[in-house]
């Protein structure tokens, strides 16, 4: 089959909607318009009935007890943020402590020094350098003012799972909740919150083949009962917690994206492990002086995340642009001009953080491409080395660590 | 964030990508950055010790593209200025011949670092050759 450019590989920024997806959703922006809140005609009743199914097939995949504790927003970042500020707020007067990890995605982290400035604290704690997070580290952070644990059940850059089981089953200890940012993990690996004792979660629908703009945030109803102190206030919705016209067609096709990848995600993570572990081997294999970012097992299926040393993210994504579409944390990519704290958290130098690309597969990649992909990163990172001053330092025989740099 | 048409052609095309012996007589090399910071820039001029003339020039960079595409410039306007000439080149006439944006300003400040410091590696060697030309 011929290839066809720019081949995507940035699965874990976003996926293509898919097309049984948008099939679905289409009628509801048209003849079945209705607001699901209105209670006394049929457009209202036929809205209802949809976003009810939604909610029992995200309910469904991730484990939940009930569809009522499925909340929808307009997705990850909103969930993130009304599950930190609604449960610090609420809770404010049981403590103002809370835990998290240093590689959380900047919602959290963003969230969380707001919540600082409003007097709260917030422990930081490291993880390991293959990104996992240390069951210790977390039970030594906690203190008696601790309301609430906040772990990314999977990193959006280097795909490290943590061991959720494990931490949520800390918190019920102490009796306190376990909010998971499940943005990356929902879709793509099991996630059960009851198995794993989480009592909030959030995920979102772009990354599981289903719309920009829909999210949705688990809430525990039992055991303990999880209350939240709503952001947007208005006529109610989403029992209190999320005011808003629920929007129809986006949640219709969260819904449905949901269904499908419940029932593909056997078949799928496998043949994206397969495919994901081609296109490691053939990189590994060929260019010396790579490293693989992240845990080498617990990691995501379709997750892969290299330093090239010697070259710079930003000049390797530069020269697979126009046919390949990956992600780097390197500085020069990012809007803050730091190369990526989840790399260097990780214990790796600044210089391999400046040098990581992440490749991220989906639903729709092929071998083909992942062959075409290979073969080009090697030959990129080739010529990339041939005019690298650092290179060819080490090649001399240079330590580069002994020169003295001058930091700009 | 797109590149400009400039910073795409010296990075597909880069020019005077190479290395002269450090030793070599004329020849001044300067190593600026740092790769904690994801810049290095390697710029080498090779000058006439009769006409004090840069005959040569070579760069090695690792960075991103418009870090690449600065020093491959800077190399190509070296080549047939004189040392005087050539300590003129300012970083804001790379930022205006590549349309750099903002955020890539310090790519064309590293570039007039790079200069600078081949120059004065040149000017440290050659003394006493330095001092005979007129610029």
Same mark, same amino acid.
């Given at each position: 089959m011929a290839l066809k450019f720019p081949i995507f590989m940035d699965s874990q920024s976003t996926t293509p909607t898919d097309s049984r997806v948008v099939e679905v959703m289409l009628p509801y922006f048209t003849e079945k318009f209705g607001h699901p809140a209105s209670r006394n005609h049929p457009f209202g009743w036929e809205a209802e009935a949809a976003v009810d199914l939604a909610r029992e097939r995200i309910q469904k995949l991730i484990g939940a007890r009930d569809p009522k504790e499925v909340i929808f927003t307009s997705g990850g970042t909103e969930s993130i943020n009304l599950a930190l500020k609604g449960?610090?707020?609420?809770?404010?007067?049981?403590?103002?402590?809370?835990?998290?990890?240093?590689?959380?995605?900047?919602?959290?982290? %963003?969230?969380?020094?707001?919540?600082?400035?409003?007097?709260?604290?917030?422990?930081?704690v490291p993880v390991r350098p293959d990104g996992l997070v240390d069951l210790d580290e977390i039970r030594?952070?906690?203190? %008696?003012?601790?309301?609430?644990?906040?772990?990314?059940?999977?990193?959006?850059?280097?795909?490290?799972?943590? %061991?959720?089981?494990?931490?949520?089953?800390l918190a019920k200890e102490k009796g306190i909740l376990f909010h998971a940012d499940a943005t990356q993990a929902v879709g793509k690996i099991p996630v059960n919150v009851e198995a794993m004792g989480i009592d909030l979660l959030s995920c979102t629908a772009h990354l599981i083949y289903g719309p920009k703009g829909v999210g949705a945030l688990y809430v525990r109803r039992k055991g303990p009962r999880v209350r939240l102190a709503p952001m947007i206030d208005g006529g109610g919705h989403e029992r209190g917690m999320r005011s808003g016209t629920l929007p129809v067609p986006l949640i219709v096709g969260f819904g449905t994206a949901a269904a499908i990848c419940a029932e593909a995600m056997p078949e799928e993570s496998a043949r994206l492990a397969t495919l994901r572990d081609k296109l490691q081997d053939q990189i590994?294999?060929?260019?010396?002086?790579?490293?693989?970012?992240?845990?080498?097992?617990?990691?995501?299926?379709?997750n892969l995340n290299i330093s090239f040393a010697y070259v710079e993210g930003e000049s390797v994504?530069?020269?697979?642009?126009?046919?390949?579409a990956l992600s780097s944390g390197s500085a020069c990519t990012s809007s803050t001009l730091e190369p990526s704290y989840v790399i260097a958290a990780l214990g790796a130098s600044s210089e391999l953080a400046h040098s990581s690309i992440r490749f991220s597969l989906h639903r729709f990649n092929t071998e083909e491409e992942v062959n075409y992909v290979a073969r080009r990163t090697i030959e990129v990172i080739r010529r990339l080395r041939d005019m690298s001053p650092l290179y060819e330092l080490a090649k001399e025989g240079v330590d580069i660590k002994s020169i003295q740099w001058k930091a700009e | 964030m797109a590149y400009s048409d400039k910073v795409v052609d010296h990075y597909n095309n880069p020019r005077n990508v190479g290395s002269f012996a450090k030793d070599l007589p004329g020849v001044g090399t300067g190593l600026v950055g740092a790769p904690e910071c994801g810049d290095?820039?390697?710029?080498?001029i090779k000058v006439n010790l009769e006409t004090g003339v840069i005959e040569d020039a070579k760069f090695k960079t690792f960075g991103c593209g418009s870090a690449i595409a600065s020093s491959s410039l800077a190399t190509e306007w070296l080549k047939g200025k004189t040392v005087g000439e050539a300590a003129k080149i300012r970083n804001t006439d790379i930022v205006n011949e590549l349309k750099l944006p903002p955020v890539?300003?310090?790519?064309?400040?590293?570039?007039?670092?790079?200069?600078?410091?081949?120059?004065? %590696?040149?000017?440290?060697?050659?003394?006493?050759?330095?001092?005979?030309?007129?610029t």
């Open positions: 449960a610090a707020e609420m809770y404010r007067e049981k403590g103002t402590h809370i835990v998290t990890t240093a590689i959380e995605q900047r919602a959290t982290l %963003d969230t969380c020094k707001r919540l600082e400035r409003q007097g709260f604290t917030v422990t930081y030594k952070a906690l203190t %008696d003012k601790t309301i609430l644990i906040s772990v990314m059940f999977a990193n959006n850059e280097v795909g490290t799972i943590q %061991d959720m089981a494990a931490i949520g089953k590994l294999s060929n260019v010396e002086e790579t490293y693989l970012n992240g845990h080498p097992e617990r990691r995501l299926p379709h994504l530069m020269g697979l642009n126009k046919e390949t | 290095v820039m390697k710029l080498q890539k300003i310090h790519c064309s400040v590293l570039a007039e670092d790079a200069i600078k410091a081949a120059l004065a %590696d040149y000017k440290d060697k050659h003394a006493g050759a330095a001092a005979s030309v007129t």
